[in-house]
């Protein structure tokens, strides 16, 4: 276990890039993670929840935004009881 951990949230589908929607089988925030982990060496968590947002952008940005305006906390799938018993990634 690395003394450096990245903690990210990313998703994969709709994407919105350079004034489009692509498809991404990665997202972009999980590639930076890549390259930063790589440099780092760090430990890697990633945040996923139970009830993923849609792939579709369009709907993912509506759920997100409902979220937002109802101070909503979408339940995780994983939540460590402290950072010593992250599962190894």
């Known amino acids: ?3 450096k951990l990245i903690v990210y949230y990313s998703r994969t589908g709709e994407n919105y890039i350079n004034g489009g929607i692509r498809w991404l089988d990665i997202g972009n925030t999980e590639k930076a993670v ?14 996923k ?14 759920e997100a935004k ?8 979408p339940e995780l799938l994983f939540l460590p009881e402290s950072i010593e018993k992250l599962p190894s990634l």
């Open 1 to 3: 276990m690395s003394d």
């Open 34 to 47: 890549k390259i930063i982990q790589k440099l780092t060496k760090a430990d890697v968590f990633e945040i």
């Open 49 to 62: 929840q139970v009830k993923e947002y849609s792939k579709e952008y369009m709907l993912c940005t509506k």
């Open 66 to 73: 409902k979220d937002i305006e109802n101070n909503a906390r």
